[in-house]
């Protein structure tokens, strides 16, 4: 929880260019292991920080296939991106995607950062499909700059 609240920090603190009028909607808990953030409304920009703990050896990529199958899939519109490689102080991988939301073209990009072999943390970046793109190195730099202590 402690690692979650750091990365939550660090986020705020680097995402007030990106997400200028950024809220907290829903903080960690003891019971939950996510954040929530959104800059305005959803559609202008919303973030999502989740802990996922995995069995001992499943990767940021394995991670990313399971939501890609499990979840993603089954949004409206869905259209798959590609999976690239990622490295900051956290290295894993990001998945790019598109969907529909109240029948507007959205845009999504998650990025899968293992902590250890156990956890893997997912920042949840979406927004409508011709703005989030444009911030696309901020996001970057928000997971580059991730960090636990």
Avoid: W
Avoid at 8 to 26: H, R
Avoid at 35 to 50: S, T
Avoid at 108 to 116: E, K, M
Wanted: glycine share 6%.
């Amino acid at each position: 929880m402690k690692h979650l609240l750091t990365g939550l920090v660090l986020f705020v603190l680097l995402c007030s260019c990106v997400f200028a009028a950024a809220q907290v909607i829903t903080e960690p808990d003891a019971a939950h292991e996510h954040a929530e953030f959104v800059n305005g409304d959803r559609l202008e920009g919303y973030l999502q920080i989740r802990k996922e703990v995995v069995d001992a050896g499943t990767t940021p990529s394995d991670l990313a296939r399971r939501d890609l199958d499990q979840k993603l899939r089954f949004l409206p519109g869905f259209v798959e991106g590609k999976e690239e490689k990622f490295a900051g102080r956290l290295s894993g991988v990001t998945v790019s995607y598109e969907f529909i939301r109240t029948a507007k073209p959205m845009t999504g990009r998650i990025y899968y950062l293992q902590a250890d072999n156990r956890t893997i943390y997912a920042l949840r970046f979406s927004g409508l499909r011709d703005r989030l793109p444009r911030i696309r190195n901020q996001t970057d730099l928000i997971a580059r700059s991730f960090k636990l202590k």
